[in-house]
């Protein structure tokens, strides 16, 4: 007879990284949740408006979740903009533009991404990627967009 294993025991294993454990860092989803809860109540206070890029939506199929397209999406569109009212000392308010993509850690943008955040900026607006909530609201709050 072997050595009792933790399955043997009846205890589950965490799905997570190669050890079996917890993931320590927010996956992208994680992150585009957090940044999205946050500008839902930004834009209930009439802060900003906000529209999250989403071509598929969840169904359900046989009790499962499964996802569909939507509509065909245009690839590398980033995954939030974000319009905020600007008032400077002086000046006629404007309206800033901020188009947001989350990654996770370890993400990288597409070539389609890339494209988009040159055509984004050319036309005066900001881009930013994010790689976790914090990141997002350290920029949010500084107002360097």
């Not at 997570?16 to 834009?43: C, H, M, V, W």
């Not at 969840?58 to 939507?70: C, D, M, Q, S, Y």
């Not at 980033?78 to 400077?88: A, G, Q, S």
Request: glycine share 8%; proline share 6%; with cysteine.
């Amino acid at each position: 007879m072997g050595e009792p294993t933790a399955e043997g025991a009846g205890v589950k294993k965490i799905p997570g990284n190669k050890y079996g454990g917890r993931r320590l860092q927010p996956s992208e989803a994680d992150t585009l949740r957090a940044i999205s809860d946050f500008l839902d109540l930004e834009q209930k206070m009439g802060r900003c408006v906000y529209i999250r890029h989403n071509p598929i939506s969840p169904i359900k199929k046989n009790g499962e979740t499964a996802w569909r397209k939507v509509r065909a999406s245009q690839l590398g569109a980033p995954d939030l903009i974000v319009f905020r009212m600007n008032l400077i000392d002086g000046l006629a308010p404007h309206t800033d533009v901020l188009c947001i993509e989350a990654k996770s850690p370890t993400g990288r943008l597409s070539e389609a991404q890339g494209r988009w955040a040159e055509l984004i900026t050319a036309q005066g607006a900001r881009y930013f990627m994010v790689r976790s909530f914090e990141e997002f609201k350290e920029m949010y709050d500084s107002r360097l967009w």
